[in-house]
């Protein structure tokens, strides 16, 4: 399973890391998604990163402004937001796949889902 942590209320402008621990299967056999949802929004990828670490890939909206890692050490895979906007608001969710790479875009391919947390960007 999947255990998604750190959302909050921030100010615009400002910053939140996301966390998402995984237990109950093999971690570094799965590339990690965070996608989100907005209110009266279809969900939406963000981020992504691959088994090992050492691809990502980011939605071009967040280019520059987020950044994700993982530990595989810590079963654990880290969202960094910056710059913060009121349109990041949203309850974000992290994935697992094992699904080749070129897939990760698609929502289908994640065998396994956190429950989300919610991010409020507001002043």
């Known amino acids: 399973q999947l255990q998604a942590s750190g959302g909050g209320l921030v100010q615009p402008g400002g910053s939140l890391r996301l966390s998402c621990v995984a237990s109950?299967?093999?971690?570094?056999?799965?590339?990690i998604g965070w996608f989100r949802r907005a209110p009266g929004k279809e969900r939406e990828g963000v981020s992504f990163?691959?088994?090992?670490?050492?691809?990502?890939f980011h939605r071009d909206s967040m280019r520059g402004r987020f950044t994700i890692s993982r530990d595989n050490a810590k079963n654990v895979v880290y969202l960094q937001m910056n710059m913060l906007k009121p349109e990041d608001t949203a309850v974000y969710y992290c994935?697992?796949?094992?699904?080749?790479?070129?897939?990760?875009?698609?929502?289908?391919?994640?065998?396994?889902w956190g429950q989300g947390t919610l991010v409020t960007v507001s002043s």
């Open positions: 994935a697992a796949s094992k699904e080749p790479w070129r897939y990760v875009r698609f929502a289908s391919r994640y065998a396994f």
């Open positions: 109950g299967f093999t971690f570094d056999d799965y590339h």
């Open positions: 990163i691959d088994n090992t670490g050492g691809t990502t």
